[in-house]
């Protein structure tokens, strides 16, 4: 059964040709490999920061959108106990960027505070 690094190194490929619906469907994959009881396959960090590297690197004007519901995403899962890790500065950096690509600076200005007060409640690694 694959792990969380094979699954990791194909959205990435996807990610850097700018296919993230690609990617996401492989995180699909890879949460219900995981939910079906496959442990090896646990979701991490590198998961979705793939996914929102992608998005950036597609530039569709949906992609800030997109980045962001990733990044929801990854926060609710931490909420859950499924994913043990919050988001770190170089996801919120970028989904920052994903904003800014788009021609969205007030939103790349919110997930920027975002990060400072994720960092402010404790959350170490979002130090910017």
Excluded: C
């Amino acid at each position: 059964k694959p792990d969380a690094v094979s699954y990791n190194d194909v959205m990435i490929a996807y990610a850097r040709v700018g296919l993230p619906r690609k990617a996401e469907a492989v995180l699909q994959r890879q949460y219900g490999d995981f939910k079906a009881g496959n442990k090896r396959a646990a979701l991490d960090a590198q998961s979705f920061n793939a996914i929102i590297h992608g998005w950036a690197k597609a530039k569709e004007q949906i992609s800030g959108e997109r980045a962001e519901l990733v990044l929801n995403r990854m926060v609710e899962l931490h909420k859950q106990g499924i994913l043990k890790e919050r988001p770190n500065n170089y996801i919120y950096t970028t989904v920052i960027n994903t904003w800014a690509v788009v021609g969205k600076p007030d939103k790349a200005r919110q997930v920027f505070d975002r990060m400072l007060g994720d960092h402010k409640k404790g959350n170490k690694n979002a130090k910017p």
